[in-house]
């Protein structure tokens, strides 16, 4: 791929308003992006926005930090380009555990994810972990997905609000060799899977207007929306 | 010798993006739904051959319904979230034998008077290798039947007019049953088969 393709990161944020817009644009381009790479709409009566940054180089955690300052809770990556993948823990015996995991590409032109997201109904999450597995066959509980992917073991850590969450880094996988296979929790040293999902392909730019689990390990935009994303779906 | 540069693309195009052992089975199981469930798996013994489909579906009403590849396996929303029907060629709905149809177009599968569906077949469009695979998208039955763009309702080139839907299932890599399928082995054995087919074309364009 050449390494000049621009790319689209997708970023939801609360404002306070209209006026908030400039100075959004202001901290963009005190780390080098200029206006016209910059797109803002606005949503539901100015209080939400949704900036998308066009960028050859900067990774999009760089452009999601610099957004922060305006409040770590008030931002969510919710699209990146083609390249972004979700899973949705739903599948499995434990009818406690329930959660979302997204995937995102650090840059366009490295390998390197970033992955993120929260996991309800885990007691004692700091001795459980997310795996991804070879296989995205659920077709018999968890015990189709094969062996644990490439050592991709990461672990869970507790937050405030009683939910666990994951955020990690991991620079030898793309999101690509990703989708269609499978992430699970599992406690240390136990093989049993409690809950899974298949790494599926997410939403572009402009098109996950609808709820959803956000990239930064937080809920969009609080645990009462998370928990309608996650259960709404039979509705 | 048109046919051996047609295969030489096709292989190219598809194996391209082909990556060491990727395996060429694949199975949704459907749920999000209190009543429909069922498995569908795909088998594609190399990147140029058809994709053998194999369907087992209960708790649908009996007679069509439609059956779709729809872009994304995004199931954050429910069935609703995971976009229209796979179509990155941009060309109007139709039904599976159509040249002109959405990759994602399966037309419908038939629930008999038990409300079951046990059928399978082959498809040349779907594949599952490279950048347009169906693997990680979705399958979504819907609750009406598919008219194939074939009537006047304005939806019908668009979607089928299928209707709400009933059932989705993401579509995950299954642990391939045999080793050895072609184009799978690995870059370098590709690279030669592609160089070995360019080499016998142009050889054959000079004569």
New interface residues.
């Given amino acids: 791929m050449p390494s000049d393709i621009p790319t689209k990161v997708e970023i939801a944020m609360k404002i306070d308003g209209s006026q908030q817009l400039e100075a959004i644009k202001s901290r963009l381009n005190e780390i080098g992006i200029k206006n016209e790479k910059i797109q803002i709409v606005t949503e539901k009566n100015n209080k939400e926005c949704r900036v998308v940054v066009e960028t050859n180089s900067k990774p999009w955690i760089e452009i999601q930090e610099t957004l922060q300052t305006f409040g770590e809770k008030r931002v969510a990556l919710v699209g990146f380009s083609d390249q972004s993948a979700v899973a949705i823990l739903d599948k499995g015996d434990d009818l406690n555990i329930k959660g979302v995991i997204r995937f995102c590409s650090i840059s366009a032109n490295k390998p390197g994810i970033v992955i993120d997201g929260v996991v309800d109904g885990i007691e004692s999450p700091d001795d459980h972990f997310l795996s991804i597995y070879e296989y995205g066959d659920f077709s018999d509980g968890c015990h189709g997905l094969g062996n644990i992917y490439k050592d991709a073991n990461y672990k869970l850590t507790s937050n405030d609000s009683g939910s666990s969450t994951i955020r990690s880094v991991d620079h030898n996988l793309n999101i690509h060799e990703l989708i269609g296979r499978s992430v699970a929790i599992s406690k240390a040293n136990e093989n049993i899977k409690f809950k899974g999902g298949i790494i599926s392909r997410a939403a572009g730019i402009f098109q996950n207007w609808k709820k959803f689990c956000a990239c930064d390990g937080t809920t969009l935009w609080d645990e009462r929306d998370r928990q309608t994303a996650i259960s709404g779906r039979n509705a | 010798m048109k046919s051996l540069v047609i295969i030489f693309v096709i292989c190219l195009s598809c194996c391209a993006y082909g990556?060491d052992n990727k395996?060429a089975k694949?199975?949704a199981?459907l749920g999000?739904s209190?009543k429909v469930f069922g498995?569908v798996t795909f088998s594609q013994p190399s990147c140029h051959e058809a994709v053998f489909i194999q369907i087992a579906i209960v708790g649908l009403t009996p007679g069509k319904h439609g059956f779709h590849v729809h872009?994304?396996?995004?199931?954050?929303?429910?069935?609703?979230?995971t976009?229209g029907h796979y179509n990155p060629d941009k060309l109007k709905h139709g039904a599976r034998e159509d040249s002109d149809r959405h990759v994602g177009d399966l037309g419908n599968v038939v629930a008999d008077q038990t409300g079951t569906v046990s059928t399978s077949y082959s498809d040349n469009v779907i594949t599952l290798f490279g950048s347009r695979?169906i693997?990680?998208?979705?399958i979504v039955v819907h609750a009406a039947e598919d008219d194939l763009g074939r009537t006047d309702h304005p939806d019908s080139h668009k979607t089928g007019n299928a209707g709400g839907r009933l059932a989705c299932g993401?579509?995950?890599?299954?642990?391939p049953s045999d080793v050895d399928w072609p184009c799978t082995s690995g870059s370098s054995h590709l690279g030669l088969a592609s160089v070995l087919l360019l080499v016998i074309a142009v050889i054959s364009f000079r004569f």
């Fill in positions: 990556e395996p694949a199975i199981v999000f209190d498995n872009e994304k396996g995004d199931l954050s929303g429910g069935c609703v979230s976009g695979s693997i990680g998208r979705a993401i579509i995950g890599i299954l642990e």
